[in-house]
């Protein structure tokens, strides 16, 4: 009787294994450019110069250049995902939320750079930028639905389309703070930050 190859063999990956390790090598590879080029000398004939592959792999993966980039941020820079226990009064889910971004800060350190160097070319790309406005759209509207789904309004301190806005200004505001000057920026200080979210004036 012959046997056939496992899911987990190598010789019988599924497409989508394939796909998603191609991905993985054109992000990495864009990424280690764009640290010693920048964004602006990055050129997709580069990326797939460095990843061993031909342009073709990078539009069978993206869309144009601009994709690659969005798709660096998101990556590298995913959302942050808080643990929050059903029922958890509104206190205690900026709690999770405080104690989901001090974890990431190790992760967020090692890409700041990138980060930043993005958002300064995204600045003076406008194509670039409204694709920068969309998908942060749609991560507020996502936002927003979860925060709807695990606090009550009356629990808010404004409204919730307003309230993922003020959170995702003050996440990013702490990690690039605690990173530049991490002594300044000890946990109290998210722990607190968050905290005074929930006072209601």
């Known amino acids: ?9 190598p010789r019988r990956r599924p497409k989508g294994d394939k796909r998603d390790r191609t991905r993985a090598k ?3 590879s864009a990424r280690s450019l764009i640290r ?3 964004y602006e000398h990055t050129t997709l004939e580069a990326v797939a110069e460095r990843a061993g592959m ?11 250049r601009d994709e690659l980039f969005l798709a660096l941020g998101q990556t590298y820079w995913p959302p942050i995902k808080p643990q929050v226990q059903p ?3 509104f206190p205690e889910i ?3 939320l405080a104690d989901a971004t001090l974890a990431v800060i190790p992760e967020r350190s090692a890409a700041a750079v990138g980060r930043l160097t993005g958002l300064a070319y995204t600045l003076t790309h406008q194509e670039l930028r409204a694709r920068v406005a969309d998908f942060t759209a749609q991560s507020y509207a996502f936002g927003e639905e979860w925060l709807r789904s695990v606090a009550k309004s009356d629990d808010l301190p404004i409204p919730a389309d ?3 806005r003020v959170i995702h200004a003050l996440i990013e505001g702490l990690v ?3 990173v530049l000057t991490p002594e300044l920026m000890p946990d109290e200080i998210f722990y607190a930050a968050f905290a005074a979210l929930g006072k209601k004036t």
């Open 1 to 9: 009787m012959k046997m056939s190859a496992t899911p987990h063999s």
């Open 176 to 178: 690039f703070q605690r």
């Open 94 to 96: 900026l709690r999770a």
């Open 87 to 89: 029922g958890a009064t």
């Open 36 to 38: 010693e080029k920048g």
């Open 162 to 164: 307003q309230l993922v």
């Open 54 to 64: 031909t342009t073709g792999a990078i539009y069978g993966n993206f869309k144009n």
């Open 26 to 28: 054109l992000l990495e």
